[in-house]
T-cell receptor, first 111, second 114 residues
Framework: GEDVEQSLFLSVREGDSSVINCTYTDSSSTYLYWYKQEPGAGLQLLTYIFSNMDMKQDQRLTVLLNKKDKHLSLRIADTQTGDSAIYFCAEIVDSSYKLIFGSGTRLLVRP | NAGVTQTPKFRVLKTGQSMTLLCAQDMNHEYMYWYRQDPGMGLRLIHYSVGEGTTAKGEVPDGYNVSRLKKQNFLLGLESAAPSQTSVYFC?????????????FGAGSRLTVL
């Protein structure tokens, strides 16, 4: 079945890079997503990657996908205090309307 | 453009009471979803709908019912609330597409069952 796993917590210093990792089990995943949730708010899409890509870059965000190991990562360069939030990895499997989310990684950025 | 609107934002219920959460979207999206968020467990899909008049079960449907009588609205009902249903509920919607299914989320509804 589908399962998405993430570490629960990450703390970094302001200005450093943050790397949030995610593993998934379904090899038929077509798209993988990163969503951000700020306190008291809903989830907002950060970026997504199609399964035939290895990397996607969008300003300070870099997504790396290793299909062989079923591993997805999100790198945030020059992390700012405003990046403090919960980050969710999600996958969608072929011919499905459903997104399966991980448990979320809480990122704390220290001044 | 309001996006996805959930009402109410907060509600406290006693065990056994019933209530309905309303989700409304103004983006003409075909797909709508209800998730619940619990600490350490991420978001779990309760029910979803791929079009007006259709609904389907997600990962954790027990104790909930849904209806999609109009394309823009997706209702989540609790017939007899239990403390285990204390959670934050999120509605989301997306456009039918052969590409990436990008969900737009509401701000959430926090439900406490005493």
């Amino acid at each position: 079945g589908e399962d998405v796993e993430q570490s629960l917590f990450l703390s970094v210093r302001e200005g450093d890079s943050s790397v949030i990792n995610c593993t998934y089990t379904d090899s038929s995943s077509t798209y993988l997503y990163w969503y951000k949730q700020e306190p008291g708010a809903g989830l907002q899409l950060l970026t997504y990657i199609f399964s035939n890509m290895d990397m996607k870059q969008d300003q300070r965000l870099t997504v790396l996908l290793n299909k062989k190991d079923k591993h997805l990562s999100l790198r945030i360069a020059d992390t700012q205090t405003g990046d403090s939030a919960i980050y969710f990895c999600a996958e969608i499997v072929d011919s499905s309307y459903k997104l399966i989310f991980g448990s979320g990684t809480r990122l704390l950025v220290r001044p | 453009n309001a996006g996805v609107t959930q009402t109410p934002k907060f509600r406290v219920l006693k065990t056994g009471q019933s209530m309905t959460l309303l989700c409304a979207q103004d983006m003409n999206h075909e797909y709508m979803y209800w998730y619940r968020q619990d600490p350490g467990m991420g978001l779990r899909l309760i029910h979803y709908s791929v079009g007006e008049g259709t609904t389907a079960k997600g990962e954790v449907p027990d104790g909930y019912n849904v209806s999609r009588l109009k394309k823009q609205n997706f209702l989540l009902g609790l017939e007899s609330a239990a403390p285990s249903q204390t959670s934050v509920y999120f509605c989301a919607s997306s456009r039918a597409s052969s590409g990436a299914n990008v969900l737009t989320f509401g701000a959430g509804s926090r439900l406490t069952v005493l």
